[in-house]
């Protein structure tokens, strides 16, 4: 069967076939906090912070693992231009995780993008940020930034998709050979009835970081690399693993149709030598957007030599494509 390898770790094609995989520990649980952990609340979930005073209003959602400091300096450097609401999802940069859901709750209703979604909503509000550009980051960033556009259209007057993928391809458990592609329920049903109980449940640390996006996943320079590396993955296991199988256990392109706003996805072309060495990051970041080409409020534009940290790589050009969406939405 096809391996789905690399890139939010690795879907074992034993784990697919129903087999037991090594790199598991029975005694571990990663799908439940350890004794004593505070979680986080409506109200005080993630991390707001509110950079510059410029006309243009942004909002910021971090990716998967990262916490909002690794855009600060890009902000702070833009104050005058733009009013920017960082924003750190609860879990990430040391912040608390959401409560776990119940074993009933389908990761395919994405409770805690969904979650997430309302507290950078009530945050615009608090912050006094409206009619703004939303910028999502990598995996989970982007997700919750297109949630916030679909809940909460009257606040979103652009949308800026980074790095992202849209969604991962998911092999339909009937096809030994792992090309067909699952059906939305499938995709659910694998998810939610082998993937996270019977792998991610139990999986090591060491497996999980050795099937992790690499480092040069996050930026073509690698020092940087190796330190936004470093970051991802010192956030706990079970917050990882929560926002990741709600991303694997949901097709997202379908939720494109519900989209109002002018949307600009950032794809990152990376380099020839972190291409050769792994080619998936074209599949991930490139090609998942495919079923956006038919939407014509969506621009997609390939940003060479840039990983998905691309206002890190490429800032003069990232400040290009921003001024791009500023005049496409009037500001």
Not at 36 to 47: L, P, W
Not at 304 to 331: C, S, T
């Amino acid at each position: 069967m096809r391996p789905i390898l690399h890139g939010a770790l690795a879907v074992f094609p034993c784990v697919m076939a129903g087999q037991s995989p090594q790199g598991l520990d029975r005694s571990r649980n990663n799908i439940s906090y350890p004794n004593g952990y505070v979680t986080a609340t409506e109200g005080s979930a993630g991390r707001f912070d509110k950079v510059g005073s410029g006309r243009t209003p942004l909002v910021f959602i971090a990716g998967w693992g990262f916490s909002a400091d690794v855009f600060k300096a890009f902000a702070q450097r833009d104050a005058q231009q733009y009013t920017t609401l960082l924003v750190t999802l609860p879990g990430f940069g040391g912040t608390a995780g959401w409560p776990m859901p119940s074993d009933s709750v389908s990761h395919s209703t994405i409770p805690w993008i969904t979650r997430s979604a309302d507290e950078v909503a009530k945050a615009m509000t608090t912050n006094g940020i409206k009619d703004a550009i939303v910028i999502g980051h990598f995996i989970i960033g982007t997700h919750v930034a297109m949630t916030v556009a679909q809940r909460y259209p009257e606040r979103v007057r652009g949308l800026v998709i980074v790095g992202g993928e849209l969604s991962r391809f998911w092999p339909s458990r009937a096809d030994t050979t792992g090309r067909t592609p699952s059906t939305p329920a499938q995709r659910a049903a694998s998810v939610d009835r082998f993937l996270v109980p019977q792998f991610f449940r139990y999986v090591t640390d060491s497996t999980w970081h050795a099937n992790n996006y690499l480092p040069h996943t996050f930026s073509v320079d690698s020092a940087s690399a190796a330190g936004l590396w470093r970051e991802q993955a010192a956030v706990p296991l079970p917050i990882m693993i929560r926002y990741l199988s709600d991303f694997y256990a949901t097709e997202f392109a379908p939720k494109l149709d519900s989209i109002r706003a002018p949307t600009l996805v950032l794809q990152p072309k990376f380099n020839e030598k972190s291409v050769t060495a792994t080619p998936y990051l074209r599949t991930f970041f490139i090609d998942s957007w495919a079923p956006a080409r038919k939407h014509r409020n969506i621009e997609l534009r390939e940003i060479p030599n840039a990983a998905v940290n691309l206002w890190m790589d490429v800032p003069e050009i990232f400040r290009a494509e921003l001024n791009r969406i500023k005049a496409r939405v009037g500001y």
